[in-house]
């Protein structure tokens, strides 16, 4: 279920703005009946009319891309930075599932399709992430412990699932870490690392949820098949 304002917003017909005024004015109709209340929930069955002409639904597009570096997880840039948007050729009103930082690379979901991107963004379904970090040092067995127990960052506590040391290199004074979390704040494996005394030289998003980066270089980008779709619903 959807909020109608944002349905309507979706058809491509108005503004979040103006669909609320197209509500409160009296000009939207569920099933047939006058609804001017704000965030009356709607779902795909119901049949929204505006101005007495039934809107046209987009249909729903999803994509899994290989963010490259210096690409912004937006829809659009003021200082008309790239955006993921740019990567994928399609008229939809696409969006990015959750962000990447800019210097961030790897696996980000694109879609159109609001309570899909709902699924994998709701902390209570627990989705997995996976990211590989570059760390500014030789990260230890007790430090790894700290990120599983929790860590605080903005005042909340998190922990990682796993955390499991790659490789080291002495000779760079560097660490690879495979690190999972399962919550999506703001720069929070850079954070987390930070916390326990690192600084992240690099990191890639490798895996969400069952989705990895197989078979897609640094830029590329595939549609999602209708078995991977219905996977992400039977998640909820
Ligand atoms: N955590 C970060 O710090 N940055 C990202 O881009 C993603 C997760």
Redesign the pocket.
Known sequence: MERLQKVIAESGIASRRKAEELITSGKVKVNGKIITELGTKVSSKDKIEVNNKPIEKEQKEYYILNKPRGVITSTKDEHHRKTVIDLIPTNARIYPVG???YD?TGLILLTNDGEFANILMHPSNKVE?V?MAKLNGIIKGEQINQLKDGVEIDGTKVSASRVKLKKINEKTNTSMVQITIHE?KN?????MFNAVGFQ?EK?K?EKVAFFNLKDLQSGEYRKLTPKEIAKVYALK
């Open positions: 962000r990447l930082d961030t992430k990211y999506g720069h929070q494996v850079k954070k992240v990191l998003r």
